[in-house]
């Protein structure tokens, strides 16, 4: 088969079935190959929607998203939604048109090094070559699939896409092994000697689906807990435990919880959303997680660095009898919030927007939110029910996410509500 239909197969046979983009001349054979295996090329209105869409397809299915773009201000312009998929931690493999070799190094219209561009802005950056198709396009799939999720660029050059490969054979999976040096004495001693916990739950804990984890281990470990924006789903807004969201609006008042904890323990906590120090109080640090994260020098932070599985095993050394829990302060702390909020609903603006939906739409609705104030309410009080889904970008940040996002979602969510939440700005943007 050519590269262009070896990509395509590739591709198909990992589940992907749409690519987002804007295509160019060197595009045309892979749009006919991702044809003709069973792919539908989406055409955006520009690149860095295509991105986004690609970062939420990712998030939803757990494949990674695909997107493509052609030379130059193509790659430039796709750059903004692939940056979303690095910092929002999804999985998302960028294709670009590049010079062929001849013309590489050359001054020519539209040039420039793909590789340098996109360095900073993903997990890995290849250059197709006969030579190595097979274990790029292998390699890509591991890559930004593996923690934590992200993009993979893959450059094309425009020559090559006709270019027959004899009996392609995958290099198959290589397992990463990675480490573990927890300090297994110190983390339970922590544990042990905590009486009043506070449990900080972030995007990670939220990607690896730890809802049912958490709540059964609440049962019996009472503690508050805050959440990071982008974790909202992992614990229900009645929960006696749930506290509120740190970072958007009125996170002021939980600081009256956690100015109480002695121990902070951060379950799947990304910094990526809201750095530790601009909110801890002045003690010691537990961090569970994936992946060793880099930490304020000031932070007195013991990492335990593995599985998931393995996080709540390690937390059973908190004395279940010896925990103070004061579930009437955390009720009404977010009885005030919820006060201040209603207090805006009485005349038309964002709250009242925000109210009137959480009232009238199913409550497995989709909600997607731009970049904007509103982002801050929806962050702390939208109640994503039983099965809703809130999807937003907060590692990155970039306004224009939220249309292409919604397109996205209903694309892999055919039957569902999907409600886009935007300002003028972000929707101009994209429209």
């Known amino acids: 088969m050519t590269i262009a239909e070896y990509i395509a197969n590739q591709l198909f046979n990992h589940g992907i079935r749409y690519v987002f983009g804007i295509p160019g001349g060197p595009s045309i054979p892979y749009m006919e190959a991702f044809k003709n295996a069973g792919i539908e090329f989406i055409l955006t209105s520009n690149e860095a929607s295509a991105g986004t869409m690609a970062d939420v397809t990712g998030r939803l299915t757990g494949l990674p998203g695909v997107c493509h773009a052609t030379f130059g201000p193509g790659a430039t312009n796709i750059s903004t939604g692939i940056g979303g998929a690095l910092l929002d931690r999804s999985p998302v493999i960028v294709f670009t048109s590049e010079m062929s070799d001849s013309m590489l190094n050359r001054t020519t219209q539209m040039n420039i090094d793909h590789q340098k561009l996109f360095e900073p802005l993903t997990k890995a950056t290849y250059r197709i070559n006969p030579g190595n198709v097979v274990e790029v396009m292998a390699s890509a799939f591991r890559i930004s699939s593996g923690d934590y999720p992200g993009p993979v660029h893959i450059g094309l050059p425009a020559d090559i896409s006709g270019i027959e490969l004899e009996e392609p054979v995958s290099p198959g999976f290589i397992a990463e092994n990675i480490p573990y040096n927890n300090n297994i004495n110190k983390t339970i001693s922590l544990l042990e000697n905590s009486r009043h916990p506070l449990m900080a739950v972030g995007l990670t804990a939220a990607r690896l689906g730890l809802k049912e984890e958490l709540l059964s281990f609440l049962e019996t470990h009472k ?31 939980l600081e009256d919880i956690y100015e109480k904890a002695d121990l902070v323990i951060g379950i799947g906590y990304d910094p990526v959303e809201f750095n530790y120090e601009a909110w801890m109080p002045d003690v010691p640090l537990l961090h569970f997680d994936t992946r060793e994260t880099d930490m304020d020098a000031g932070l007195s932070v013991t990492q335990f660095i593995s599985p998931a599985e393995k996080w709540f095993d390690i937390l059973d050394n908190l004395g279940t009898g010896s925990l103070i829990f004061e579930s009437a302060i955390i009720r009404g702390i977010r009885d005030e ?24 739409l199913p409550e497995d609705s989709i909600i997607t939110s731009d970049v904007g104030s509103h982002l801050h309410l929806i962050g702390q009080f939208w109640n994503t029910r039983e099965n809703g889904k809130l999807i937003m970008t907060n590692g990155w940040s970039s306004m224009g996410f939220g249309m292409p996002a919604a397109m996205a979602a209903q694309l892999n969510n055919a039957d569902a509500t999907v409600v886009c939440i935007t300002g003028d700005g972000g929707f101009l943007m994209t429209a």
């Open 223 to 253: 503690m508050p807990v805050v959440l990071t924006p982008m974790a909202k789903e992992v614990i229900p807004f009645d929960h006696p435990c749930y506290a509120g969201v740190l970072f958007h609006s009125l996170s002021d008042y």
């Open 337 to 360: 919030m919820a006060s201040v909020f209603n207090g805006f609903t009485s005349h038309f603006g964002p709250a009242a927007a925000i109210k009137i939906l959480q009232d009238e």
